[in-house]
């Protein structure tokens, strides 16, 4: 089931003196954020991203979204109220969005709401609204319901914990809690139980389960833009009672911020365009069963992008090798839990990263990692280097391991688990496409020299105990595993430049999901 959005008529004039981002050849949808660690947690998850700056100075990044037909828009525009009226009015006239969410972290009101848990507001109050008589504070707040076409989207995705598949960081012990009850809002930092302002929200806005500083300017600027389709999501940082600084110490701000952009994402990726959306902005709309499910092409295996092309993978005559991260098998990494592992090899081959240069790369590796959101600012990593290779590691607890490495060769790689309950893991289908996206995303970023073009190696090891399934049956009761080797690797074949791979990527983690469902499903033709 989707949730279907129309588009609104474009009302770009010849004066403006936006990017061309602003004209996409998809439907877009805008995330506008207050702090840093809010907007890259966001950020962590699109892809292709592209700078704009409107001509009073606004900037903003916009990419795809995996998996989605979306564009998506993300600003980082400050604390306050007063920033998010003015910068939300100038967005929203700038670009067009189709829906505009604000997403970020709050402090929690209600001891059943615990710290990592997400609140949809589904309605916002402007609490410092009132009158200040001579004994006491008489409240006349502003009030603003949440678009009620995403806060129906937001209860259908968000009602189970398939969710929090798309949290980009260390998972909590506990799935968090998602919450669609109202929010207060003002220039206040709350950070006690037992004040004046904690007795005034307990007393006239005993329903609000959060507070934070910015949705009321947010949502009075979406109100006044008359049909603006507009929500408020965030996770719980603090519980605004004394005890902030405590919170922040432990990493709840990142992780709060996490948990609001894996929901956000989550409902992003329930929207449907609506095909009777005006012709200056009428994009292919997306049936139900075409948005967020990965695609069989039609076109020889090969998935077009947005203008209609596909990537121009390129037979290869010589045989490229690979260094898996099966033990014994030419590589230096080692196996724990089913894992999803991606290699990019340059093409051509023989050009080596210097030993000295090769050293240096691990911190690099962690910084790029974290920013990325593929490390959490949190967790320990483990460093290794050597005169071959340099590979940065999350610590292997028996639930598998994420990392990053360079070879000297000019490889660079990448693995993460794949999910799984008491049964074993889970490929899902629907899923894998938007892993690679990531993957892929990730390994371009990487500080190296771009080679001319790339082969890419995809594979899952180890894959004996991998059912194909959906997420969503997590946990689950039966599970079927065919027989196949320790490792299920697709040898790349084909080659592709690398401006192909940075303006395809969705395309090319599409037809990489593809090869790699084929061979699972084909156990023989693993290796």
Same mark, same amino acid.
């Given at each position: 089931?989707?949730?279907?959005?129309?588009?609104?008529?474009?009302?770009?004039?010849?004066?403006?003196?936006?990017?061309?981002?602003?004209?996409?050849?998809?439907?877009?949808?805008?995330?506008?954020?207050?702090?840093?660690?809010?907007? &890259?947690?966001?950020?962590?998850?699109?892809?292709?991203?592209?700078?704009?700056?409107?001509?009073? #100075?606004?900037?903003?990044?916009?990419?795809?979204?995996?998996?989605?037909?979306?564009?998506?828009?993300?600003?980082?525009?400050?604390?306050?109220?007063?920033?998010?009226?003015?910068?939300?009015?100038?967005?929203?006239?700038?670009?067009?969005?189709?829906?505009?969410?604000?997403? /970020?972290?709050?402090?929690?009101? @209600?001891?059943?709401?615990?710290?990592?848990?997400?609140?949809?507001?589904? @309605?916002?109050?402007?609490? !410092?609204?009132?009158?200040?008589?001579?004994? !006491?504070?008489?409240?006349?707040?502003?009030?603003?319901?949440?678009?009620?076409?995403?806060? !129906?989207?937001?209860?259908?995705?968000?009602?189970?914990?398939?969710?929090?598949?798309?949290?980009?960081?260390?998972?909590?012990?506990?799935?968090?809690?998602?919450?669609?009850?109202?929010?207060?809002?003002?220039?206040?930092?709350?950070?006690?139980?037992?004040?004046?302002?904690?007795?005034?929200?307990?007393?006239?806005?005993?329903?609000?389960?959060?507070?934070?500083?910015?949705?009321?300017?947010?949502?009075?600027?979406?109100?006044?833009?008359?049909?603006?389709?507009?929500?408020?999501?965030? /996770?719980?940082?603090?519980?605004?009672?004394?005890?902030?600084?405590?919170?922040?110490?432990?990493?709840?701000?990142?992780?709060?911020?996490?948990?609001?952009?894996?929901?956000?994402?989550?409902?992003?990726?329930?929207?449907? %365009?609506?095909?009777?959306?005006?012709?200056?902005?009428?994009?292919?709309?997306?049936?139900?069963?075409?948005?967020?499910?990965?695609?069989?092409?039609?076109?020889?295996?090969?998935? *077009?992008?947005?203008?209609?092309?596909? %990537?121009?993978? &390129?037979?290869?005559?010589?045989?490229?090798?690979?260094?898996?991260?099966?033990?014994?098998?030419?590589? %230096?990494?080692?196996?724990?839990?089913?894992?999803? &592992?991606?290699?990019?090899? *340059?093409?051509?081959?023989?050009?080596?990263?210097?030993?000295?240069?090769?050293?240096?790369?691990?911190?690099?590796?962690?910084?790029? #990692?974290?920013?990325?959101?593929?490390?959490?600012?949190?967790?320990?990593?483990?460093?290794?280097?050597?005169?071959?290779?340099?590979?940065?590691?999350?610590?292997?607890?028996? !639930?598998?391991?994420?990392?990053?490495?360079?070879?000297?060769?000019?490889?660079?790689?990448?693995?993460? *688990?794949?999910?799984?309950?008491?049964?074993?893991?889970?490929?899902?289908?629907?899923?894998?496409?938007?892993?690679?996206?990531?993957?892929?995303?990730?390994?371009?970023?990487?500080?190296?020299?771009?080679?001319?073009?790339?082969?890419?190696?995809?594979?899952?090891?180890?894959?004996?105990?991998?059912?194909?399934?959906?997420?969503?049956?997590?946990?689950?009761?039966?599970?079927?595993? %065919?027989?196949?080797?320790?490792?299920?690797?697709?040898?790349?074949?084909?080659?592709?430049?690398?401006?192909?791979?940075?303006? @395809?990527?969705?395309?090319?983690?599409?037809?990489?999901?593809?090869?790699?469902?084929?061979?699972?499903?084909?156990?023989?033709?693993?290796?």
């Amino acid at each position: 089931m989707k949730c279907d959005l129309r588009l609104p008529p474009s009302a770009l004039t010849d004066s403006d003196k936006e990017s061309a981002l602003i004209q996409p050849t998809s439907p877009r949808v805008v995330v506008l954020t207050a702090l840093p660690l809010e907007y &890259e947690a966001v950020r962590v998850h699109l892809t292709n991203l592209e700078s704009a700056e409107h001509e009073a #100075g606004t900037r903003i990044e916009e990419g795809s979204l995996p998996g989605t037909p979306w564009r998506v828009a993300i600003a980082e525009i400050g604390e306050g109220n007063t920033n998010a009226a003015a910068l939300t009015e100038r967005i929203n006239s700038w670009l067009q969005p189709a829906a505009l969410l604000f997403v /970020g972290v709050a402090g929690g009101l @209600k001891d059943d709401v615990e710290l990592g848990d997400v609140v949809v507001a589904t @309605k916002i109050y402007a609490y !410092q609204s009132g009158k200040q008589d001579p004994a !006491q504070f008489l409240s006349r707040p502003n009030t603003w319901e949440a678009s009620h076409r995403l806060e !129906q989207a937001a209860r259908h995705a968000l009602r189970s914990d398939e969710w929090t598949s798309h949290i980009r960081s260390q998972r909590p012990p506990r799935p968090p809690a998602v919450h669609l009850k109202p929010i207060a809002s003002g220039d206040v930092v709350l950070n006690s139980a037992d004040s004046a302002l904690s007795a005034q929200l307990h007393h006239a806005y005993n329903d609000a389960v959060a507070i934070e500083m910015e949705s009321a300017g947010f949502a009075r600027a979406a109100h006044l833009a008359d049909q603006l389709q507009a929500l408020t999501i965030r /996770g719980i940082s603090d519980k605004a009672d004394g005890l902030k600084h405590t919170a922040d110490a432990g990493g709840s701000q990142p992780q709060a911020a996490a948990h609001a952009a894996a929901a956000a994402i989550t409902v992003i990726t329930a929207l449907a %365009p609506s095909a009777s959306a005006s012709a200056s902005n009428a994009y292919p709309a997306a049936s139900s069963a075409e948005v967020g499910t990965a695609r069989t092409p039609h076109n020889g295996g090969r998935q *077009p992008t947005a203008d209609g092309s596909s %990537p121009q993978w &390129e037979p290869m005559s010589d045989t490229v090798e690979v260094s898996w991260r099966r033990t014994g098998h030419n590589s %230096p990494f080692s196996t724990s839990a089913a894992s999803l &592992e991606i290699h990019l090899v *340059p093409i051509p081959s023989g050009s080596r990263i210097e030993v000295r240069k090769l050293a240096q790369l691990g911190d690099q590796l962690i910084r790029t #990692g974290r920013e990325d959101g593929f490390f959490t600012l949190s967790e320990l990593l483990d460093t290794a280097a050597d005169d071959q290779h340099t590979l940065v590691t999350t610590p292997d607890s028996g !639930q598998g391991t994420t990392g990053l490495a360079v070879l000297r060769t000019g490889q660079r790689s990448a693995w993460q *688990p794949l999910p799984h309950d008491d049964m074993g893991a889970v490929l899902d289908p629907v899923e894998l496409p938007q892993q690679i996206a990531r993957l892929l995303a990730l390994l371009v970023r990487l500080p190296l020299p771009d080679p001319l073009s790339v082969a890419l190696g995809i594979g899952i090891d180890p894959a004996t105990m991998v059912s194909e399934d959906t997420m969503s049956r997590l946990p689950r009761s039966t599970a079927q595993f %065919p027989m196949r080797h320790h490792l299920l690797g697709v040898h790349p074949d084909e080659s592709l430049t690398m401006k192909e791979l940075n303006a @395809k990527s969705d395309s090319v983690a599409e037809e990489l999901a593809a090869r790699l469902l084929a061979s699972f499903r084909t156990p023989r033709r693993s290796f």
